[in-house]
Structures are given as structure tokens and as C-alpha cells.
């Protein structure tokens, strides 16, 4: 830690934005393992009555898809960091 604070100040990084984005992507892995529990019980529910409910299946695909935006932004932004 004191020596990512010391690289991070020597490169001109603020270690609060780093603190921030790798914050940030923890929320989404938690968020993207709700979204999986969601889409494992859609199955589910589609292989026991052979049917899906469309505007649950919609809802969980966007919000996986704007997980995925989010993930792709901040993983940018911290890599970009280094």
C-alpha cells in the first residue's frame, strides 16, 4: 500500500481515484453475481413450465448489459491509471 501511494503521488494519481474505481468494481461483481442468481432462476422457471416471462428476461438482460457497460468503463479508467 505505501508503495502503490508513493508510485501512484510519483505519477501524478490521486490513490483516492484508484480507491474509488477498484470500489466501484467490487459493486458490480456483486451486482453481476444478482444478475446470474436472476437468469439461473429464469431457467428454471423456463425448463419446469416451458415458458419465460419476456418482461422479467428484458429487465435482466439490460441491467446485465449496462453491468457490463459499467465494468468495461471502470476497468478502462483503472487500467488507464497505471
Known amino acids: 500500500m505505501l508503495l502503490d501511494s508513493g508510485l501512484a503521488v510519483a505519477a501524478g494519481e490521486r490513490i483516492a ?3 474509488e474505481e477498484a470500489g466501484e468494481l467490487l459493486k458490480l461483481r456483486r451486482l453481476i453475481a444478482n444478475i446470474a442468481g436472476n437468469v439461473n432462476q429464469i431457467a428454471a422457471k423456463a425448463n ?3 415458458g419465460v416471462d ?3 428476461l ?3 438482460l439490460g441491467v446485465a448489459r449496462s453491468a457490463v457497460e459499467r465494468v468495461s ?3 478502462d479508467r483503472l487500467v488507464a491509471g497505471l
Request: cysteine-free.
Open 58 to 60: 428484458a429487465g435482466a
Open 17 to 19: 481515484s484508484r480507491r
Open 48 to 50: 419446469a413450465d416451458k
Open 73 to 75: 468503463a471502470a476497468a
Open 54 to 56: 419476456d418482461d422479467r
